[in-house]
T-cell receptor, first 112, second 114 residues
Framework: GQQLNQSPQSMFIQEGEDVSMNCTSS?????WLWYKQDPGEGPVLLIA?????ELTSNGRLTAQFGITRKDSFLNISASIPSDVGIYFC????????????FGKGTHLIIQP | DTAVSQTPKYLVTQMGNDKSIKCEQN?????MYWYKQDSKKFLKIMFS???????INETVPNRFSPKSPDKAHLNLHINSLELGDSAVYFC?????????????FGQGTRLTVV
């Protein structure tokens, strides 16, 4: 099956720093989604990308759909304590009822 | 107003028991899913239902049986629970709009089998 490689696995940063994480796939996706999961909660959708090369922002978050359709990155600028959590990339390649293929997540830890 | 809600949030039970998890979405979506998140936080799809019809059934033991009484509900019944079934189970729903899809998740059910 399809696999997503998400990196880094974890990040320890200082408050105010910028963050960058990415996902690569062995196959093409038509949609890339980025989610954040807080402890004890479900994943919350941050950004959705639908076209190769698309660059989309949501506040301090920016994500891009790679030109090859096999990769995506997420940047967070000027990190704040509430950015702590696990960030997941997810790809969708098939029809409407097909599920998402998830990366293994990036644990973001912010040191005050 | 919770978009995707699932109950219970926590479920502790003994091996061999049968249990159910319920899920409801008020987004008007046509497709609902069950995902399993293991102890390493890896999320993997288990089932997909579209308009009450099973579309995807990944390599899940047949002790797991989803049931969709209507488009807004997708329940998960698990028979003869095993220790390895301990995980967090997430319900999700989505709507397919031509070339676009977004999935929204419930808060999860943490199942612990003892």
């Amino acid at each position: 099956g399809q696999q997503l490689n998400q990196s880094p696995q974890s990040m320890f940063i200082q408050e105010g720093e910028d963050v960058s994480m990415n996902c690569t796939s062995s196959s093409i996706f038509n949609t890339w989604l980025w989610y954040k999961q807080d402890p004890g909660e479900g994943p919350v959708l941050l950004i959705a990308l639908y076209k190769a090369g698309e660059l989309t922002s949501n506040g301090r978050l920016t994500a891009q759909f790679g030109i090859t359709r096999k990769d995506s990155f997420l940047n967070i600028s000027a990190s704040i304590p509430s950015d702590v959590g696990i960030y997941f990339c997810a790809g969708h390649s098939g029809g409407g009822a097909d599920g998402l293929t998830f990366g293994k997540g990036t644990h973001l830890i912010i040191q005050p | 107003d919770t978009a995707v809600s699932q109950t219970p949030k926590y479920l502790v039970t003994q091996m061999g028991n049968d249990k159910s998890i319920k899920c409801e979405q008020n987004l008007g979506h046509d497709t609902m899913y069950w995902y399993k998140q293991d102890s390493k936080k890896f999320l993997k799809i288990m089932f997909s239902y579209n308009n009450k019809e099973l579309i995807i059934n990944e390599t899940v033991p047949n002790r797991f049986s989803p049931k969709s009484p209507d488009k807004a509900h997708l329940n998960l019944h698990i028979n003869s629970l095993e220790l390895g079934d301990s995980a967090v189970y997430f319900c999700a729903s989505s709507r397919w709009l031509g070339d676009r899809t977004e999935a929204f998740f419930g808060q999860g059910t943490r199942l612990t089998v003892v």
